[in-house]
């Protein structure tokens, strides 16, 4: 599996700030998936804390949305008056259609794995593949490989691969927290705060404003270099 170029763009920067080591583990990562799981077609990877998230995809798989579907498709299945509807509802075989109506070109199931640090949540991996059951039988060892929990494995929740458009907003991310730190240095410097402490006031002072903690914090540092 290859980056996205955005996911690439992001790390370039990323790297740099934190994680020095996080470009070679996405792609160890992406290469056990697909020795596991040969029909693995894509991975993402949310860090929760930086709200971040990057994307590797399968070279030659499109991974785009298909055209909106046909609104028959989505009609539940209405034969006679009565409780056929809510049994439509009711049917796992239904939303399954749905969901796959929905599905990105070339993604036919997903897997998304938790990751945990001292039981909590710090982030999340979901695997995309080609076929239908890819993953069935394969939690505990794509968990194992990966650094992910099985517990708490949810399956065919991102057919869309609806993280792609978050991993595509990843530089703009990057580049906002950049600024932020920035100008929480600028202003823990100037009133001789903790660094905590300056985040606090620059984001007080962005809701008295009414803006983000970006225009926040490029005020301070515009401030600054005045």
């Not at 979901?126 to 505990?140: C, K, R």
């Not at 823990?188 to 985040?199: D, I, N, V």
């Amino acid at each position: 599996m290859e980056f996205l170029h955005r996911t690439q763009e992001a790390l370039d920067e990323y790297v740099s700030l934190s994680e020095p080591d996080l470009e070679g583990s996405l792609m160890t990562m992406g290469d056990s998936a697909e020795r596991i799981v040969s029909e693995c077609v894509g991975l993402s990877f949310t860090l929760l804390d930086q709200d971040l998230t990057f994307a590797l995809v399968a070279p030659g798989v499109p991974m785009l949305q298909p055209e909106p579907s046909d609104p028959d498709v989505l009609r539940l299945p209405v034969r006679d008056a009565g409780p056929a509807p809510a049994r439509a509802l009711l049917d796992e075989d239904h939303w399954a259609h749905i969901a796959r109506a929905d599905s990105a070109e070339g993604v036919a199931s997903s897997l998304s794995l938790p990751v945990l640090d001292h039981g909590r949540v710090v982030g999340g991996i979901t695997l995309y593949a080609s076929s239908a059951d890819a993953f069935a039988g394969h939690h505990d060892e794509l968990a194992a490989a990966l650094g992910a929990s099985a517990e708490g494995a949810v399956t065919n929740a991102d057919l869309g691969f609806e993280a792609r458009r978050r991993a595509e907003d990843a530089p703009r991310r990057v580049r906002d927290e950049q600024v932020v730190e920035v100008g929480t240095g600028i202003l823990a410097a100037r009133m001789g705060l903790e660094l905590e402490t300056a985040r606090r006031r620059i984001h007080e002072a962005a809701l008295q404003a009414d803006v983000t903690d970006v225009q926040a914090a490029t005020v301070v540092i515009t401030a600054h270099h005045a």
